[in-house]
């Protein structure tokens, strides 16, 4: 069966100390048990649940990223977000060709193979991409994440504990400010990170654009830096960057969205 054959190539990959044959699809991250909004969904956020497949895209303030500048229509990081879902297609169906041959063809029959299918059962049906700017800013999807997320835990038993408002939607409810909160500090992360990027680069400088690019594929590691288990209990980082002296209480009084991303 295609699913023998798939997993023999990685068995095969591994002999020749290959981490995945050619052509596997790794996500940057899956999120299992994502709540999804539905019109059965209640006020509680019961509802439907799946899972997520991730793929995380960054843009460089370069010529090739921001030709037509970051105030078009689409802008920039739609732009790399929807590439990323294409591939992501593309590369399924790929694999439906090498390794489900008998139910694709040469992919003109107009049948989904298996991995395609497999694609279609993720989170809006394909990859979320997540494509973040050399500004701070993030694509459409990625936006509505972090609204989603807000809005969920706002209904938690903490979100509820940020304001005595019942309606969490209301301005001065929970939801405002947890979305609030989630924008600012994913805002300053992004800003830091990408400043970070830029002088851990310095040492790339050459007299030439060439002898720089060389120099950094030279030095350049194969393993990206991986986050420690460790942090992933930290349920509350989000609030590290709220300013001194801007309480939960002066957010819900004034009920202000500072910043967008």
Known sequence: SDSE???DAILHAQAQNKTNPEGTIVADFVAR?????????????????????GEVKTLQPSKSSYDKGNCQT???VNLRATQAVRSYRRRAAGLDQKYAQEVVGDGTN???GPFETALGEFYTGNVLPVAVGAFSEVNEDASKLITRLARLTAKTDFGKSMSPLVSHSRKGGAFPIMQSQFRRA?????ARGQAQHLLK?????????REAYQTAEDNHSRHRNRPRASMSGYARWWQNFI???YGLYQQWRNGKNFGSL
């Open 74 to 76: 689409n802008r920039p």
């Open 5 to 7: 054959r798939y997993t």
């Open 243 to 245: 300013p001194e002296g």
């Open 186 to 190: 994913l805002g300053c992360l992004i």
């Open 110 to 112: 107009g049948q989904v």
């Open 33 to 53: 048990d994502f709540p999804v909004p539905t019109q059965a969904s209640n006020d509680s956020g019961l509802g439907a649940r799946t899972d997520v497949l």
């Open 201 to 209: 680069r310095r040492h790339y400088a050459r007299p030439t654009a």
